[in-house]
């Protein structure tokens, strides 16, 4: 990849999938800025997760584009797109550690079957990763003997294993109490002050949001709502962001006759 | 009308899509195991080891265990019908050809499907609902090539050996039951086996357990691969593959046993 690509390091554009009938993104066009921290937020099922899936190549849309470097990855195969993938670190939402290896294995992993490297280089490189997330000493630890925000932040050393450019995550604080939530959230401002990545984050915390995003976007029901600085969201006027902003619940708006009728109907 | 042909068609579909799967599997897996390897990209043989331990050496004791009780089982039975004739001498050749040919690769198969098909579907299904193989695919690493590949070929190489195993046990078994009420002797009971036994009993049965061996790898990982929604689809998961996989192999054994018999007269 050249490194003095210019524009938007993610585009996403006109991007349709389906889940079996469902249709779950309605053309979302978005660009993640170089070296920006882009937030995007929404409630469940609104599609965001599956966005993030998307520029993984995790799933394979109905129809679109997805840019990575000015690059379409949907059409290529394999191999190239292993060129690409290297490139991206993703956090998942479960944290994904391969349970029957330590800490210190999970990390090692892509280092151990991508690179070409000594196993001292490897476990030099591991040993700083996990110190970066604040688990030194927890190597030989195994996923089920630690913490939910533990093993977040396992799986977050084992994103940057490869030194990403891209850093992906899906629902950080999710499952998290407040304090591990924040702690969380104070380790992706360092990562993103310290290594300048481009870093997409998906969550419905609207704190959390705030706290880390260069860029918002909102998505509702499959579609990008509102993007903007975290500035320019807090003054938006689009009723469903003012809605999922101030935490207003969605409305009983069901029509007495119409539920009757849904009733009776089959 | 139209019902049953939604039915039908609907069921029709389901089925060459999980046809399509299994073949996409095998087709990954194969060219992994075949094909990669001349690329550099060699077998993951840590784990195949791993993976020969668990499902093949572990087996041993139930596998011996079980095989014995079905040898015993077929001398009482084949004594009580030959005893009517006076031909109680060709109970060990009932025994003998009856578990090569037959039960010791059937038995091997159903006890392996119960114990390791279950066991890939368990595995696989738990790591696709906790992320753990999106998280592979994430880093480039081939699911196929990390998961499967080492559990086909541990089971390629362990399942005529168990099967081997089976046989040996079943015998033994037959012999046991002849030594304490029919008043053979071991030696007896031994070349009255190697009498009965010809070569091509022992290398069909042993061909028979390959297929079985695949069988049970493709449907444990196919089912582990397809798993949906939390720790109850892993649940279905492991079930159906213990159940699709026990009914191809006795249709798989119909098959191979009518073409050996065939091809052999």
Same mark, same amino acid.
């Given at each position: 990849m050249p490194s003095d690509f210019e524009g938007p390091m993610i585009r996403v554009s006109d991007l349709v999938t389906h889940y079996g009938d469902r249709?779950?993104?309605?053309h979302v066009n978005l660009d993640f800025p170089t070296g920006e921290t882009m937030v995007i937020l929404g409630g469940s099922g609104t599609g965001k997760s599956t966005l993030l899936r998307h520029i993984m190549r995790l799933e394979s849309p109905t129809s679109g584009q997805i840019l990575i470097r000015g690059h379409d990855?949907?059409?290529?195969s394999e191999d190239q797109f292993n060129q690409i993938r290297r490139k991206i670190g993703m956090l998942f939402q479960s944290a994904a550690?391969?349970? !029957?290896?330590?800490i210190e294995e999970n990390v090692a992993l892509p280092l151990r079957e991508l690179t070409q490297l000594e196993d001292s280089t490897i476990r030099i490189m591991t040993r700083i990763k996990l110190d970066l997330v604040g688990l030194?000493?927890?190597?030989?630890?195994?996923? !089920?003997?630690?913490s939910g925000g533990m093993k977040k932040r396992a799986g977050l050393a084992r994103a940057l294993a490869m030194d990403p450019e891209i850093l992906l995550f899906d629902?950080?604080?999710?499952?998290?109490d407040p304090i591990t939530a924040a702690g969380i959230d104070s380790l992706i401002l360092k990562l993103k002050l310290a290594f300048r990545m481009t870093i997409v984050v998906v969550t419905h915390e609207l704190a959390s949001a705030f706290m880390i995003a260069d860029r918002i976007t909102v998505m509702d029901r499959g579609e990008v709502i509102a993007t903007g600085t975290p500035e320019e969201i807090r003054n938006s006027q689009h009723p469903r962001v003012l809605q999922f902003l101030n935490r207003i619940p969605e409305g009983d708006q069901v029509d007495a006759q119409e539920y009757l009728r849904s009733l009776t109907e089959n | 009308m139209t019902a049953v042909f939604a039915f039908l068609g609907r069921n029709t579909l389901g089925f060459f899509r999980y046809l399509s799967g299994i073949y996409d599997l095998s087709a990954k897996a194969a060219y992994w195991t075949f094909v990669a390897p001349f690329k550099g990209?060699?077998?993951?043989w840590g784990s195949a080891i791993h993976q020969m331990v668990v499902a093949g050496v572990d087996s041993i004791p139930i596998v011996s265990l079980i095989s014995l009780f079905i040898g015993i089982v077929l001398g009482l039975q084949g004594a009580y019908q030959l005893a009517k004739f006076g031909a109680t001498y060709f109970v060990t050749a009932l025994v003998g050809v009856s578990m090569t040919r037959e039960l010791g690769p059937l038995i091997t198969a159903i006890v392996v499907a119960g114990r390791s098909g279950s066991a890939f579907a368990a595995e696989l299904g738990t790591m696709k609902v906790s992320e753990e193989i999106d998280a592979l695919e994430a880093m480039g690493l081939d699911s196929v090539r990390y998961l499967v590949v080492p559990k086909y070929l541990a089971m390629l190489v362990m399942m005529p050996c168990l099967t081997l195993i089976s046989d040996l046990s079943g015998i033994l078994g037959g012999a046991a039951f002849e030594i304490a009420?029919?008043?053979?002797t071991f030696s007896m009971c031994l070349s009255a086996t190697q009498d009965a036994l010809a070569m091509h009993d022992i290398t069909t049965g042993l061909i028979k357990s390959l297929v079985f061996g695949l069988i049970i790898t493709k449907i444990g990982c196919y089912e582990g691969f397809s798993v949906r929604g939390g720790a109850e689809g892993v649940g279905k998961a492991t079930t159906s593959s213990v159940v699709v996989s026990i009914f191809l192999i006795i249709l798989a054994d119909v098959v191979f046993t009518a073409i050996f018999y065939f091809t052999s007269s």
């Open positions: 249709r779950i993104l309605n990855i949907c059409p290529m550690l391969f349970n !029957s290896m330590t030194n000493g927890f190597e030989n630890y195994m996923p !089920s003997q630690l629902e950080p604080s999710a499952g998290l | 990209r060699y077998v993951k009420q029919l008043g053979k």
